[in-house]
């Protein structure tokens, strides 16, 4: 293992992270995913929404996040500004909402009617003079959260800041035009197999021919690339990007083109034909995939939700609203194709985790094309290497 495989910044340099099988006991066993648990999830910047779920103030969002038994109210105050809250009361813990979305300017509990702000405040209690504290150090808690290229992140034990955390990816986001997306459409998909693994299948390129063989085969291998590996790879940090590899001449099945030449003219008009990276396929540890070329941008998290369950959330991001039916169309074509491609990974990744559950066998090996999982689970060692020692457990 690379000791410092969260610090290495290189192009195309498959070595530069050895050539060690990796333990399978850290796809599914307990005690390895509390320790991630600590150390990768509590203090990494997650993503969690965009800008545009919070239009106005007193917009406001729900998330639930297991690995932190946390209900999360993201929301937009009075003054403009994002702030993030755990959706407890601080009378005695009740959760504030069920509500997944909304916009209101007080939550009030339902148990005894303490009310808070949406800066957090805690406004009124009833009968709250015989209590035995203040209303100030009585505001809910806060969790910090931050926004890069419209994106929000939340972490719970922040070792940096958002940006540094980003390191030169922030930059690179800020480039494309996810900051002015002001619609989306999203699935998820509770998975029994561990977040490493469900990630990890959607940053090789390995089994492309083989378990998308209709619905890659158009652009995604071919003469000259039959694996359709990445025509480069880059390692950023704990981040990394590879660039997906452009067909010469790939067969375009007739539905998909026309799909595509319906959205155009609207992509010309909201300038989005020409972007920078458009083949750039950013990796954000621990759990973000991000794509942005013209048809759409695409947004891929992993949760976890136990050592040998997760739970993906697959979002596209559209600047402005479906204008006229070929815009509509283009748009729930383009998930449906997402979805599509998608459906035919689910069942392998489910039967990988079933194999490597039953502990048949002590290692996996990764190939030379495969350094973005490599390079996953050795940040993820590195940084449960990190806390070990920080706690004094290592
Ligand atoms: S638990 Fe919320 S007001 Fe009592
Ligand atoms: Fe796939």
Request: glycine content about 8%.
């Amino acid at each position: 293992m690379n000791i410092h495989s969260s610090k290495i910044e290189c192009v195309d340099e498959p070595l530069v992270l050895g050539t060690d099988p990796i333990p399978a006991k850290y796809y599914y066993d307990a005690d390895w995913y509390e320790l991630e648990r600590k150390a990768v999830w509590m203090r990494s910047w997650l993503n969690v929404g965009h800008v545009c779920e919070l239009p106005e103030p007193g917009s406001f969002i729900r998330r639930e996040l297991e690995f932190a038994h946390a209900s999360v109210l993201i929301m937009r105050g009075k003054d403009g500004e994002i702030r993030a809250f755990h959706n407890t009361c601080t009378h005695r813990g009740t959760q504030l909402t069920d509500a997944a979305c909304g916009k209101q300017n007080t939550f009030s509990c339902p148990y005894h009617m303490w009310t808070f702000g949406t800066d957090g405040a805690l406004i009124s209690a009833p009968d709250f003079e015989r209590f035995y504290t203040t209303k100030e150090a009585q505001a809910l808690k806060p969790v910090p959260v931050d926004v890069c290229a419209g994106l929000i992140f939340l972490c719970f034990e922040p070792q940096q800041p958002l940006r540094e955390y980003l390191g030169s990816m922030a930059e690179k986001l800020e480039q494309v035009p996810l900051a002015r997306a002001t619609t989306y459409q999203e699935y998820h998909y509770d998975i029994d197999a561990n977040w490493k693994l469900t990630y990890d299948n959607f940053q090789e390129n390995y089994h492309l021919r083989f378990v998308h063989p209709r619905t890659a085969g158009a652009g995604g291998f071919g003469e000259g690339n039959q694996f359709g590996y990445p025509s480069h790879f880059s390692i950023n940090g704990i981040h990394r990007t590879q660039t997906i590899w452009t067909h010469p001449a790939p067969e375009v099945p007739p539905a998909m083109s026309t799909m595509f030449m319906r959205g155009v003219p609207r992509l010309m008009a909201d300038g989005l034909m020409d972007l920078p990276f458009p083949r750039e396929y950013f990796a954000l540890f621990p759990n973000l995939f991000l794509l942005c070329n013209p048809g759409q941008h695409f947004l891929h998290t992993v949760l976890p939700l136990g050592p040998e369950k997760s739970r993906g959330v697959i979002r596209l991001y559209w600047v402005g609203d479906d204008e006229t039916a070929s815009t509509r169309y283009f748009r729930e074509a383009s998930m449906q194709t997402a979805r599509d491609v998608h459906s035919e990974d689910v069942d392998i990744i489910r039967a990988g985790q079933r194999g490597i559950s039953s502990g048949a066998i002590e290692h996996i090996h990764f190939q030379e094309k495969e350094v973005l999982c490599r390079h996953l689970i050795e940040v993820v060692v590195e940084k449960v290497a990190e806390y070990q020692a920080e706690v004094g457990t290592g």
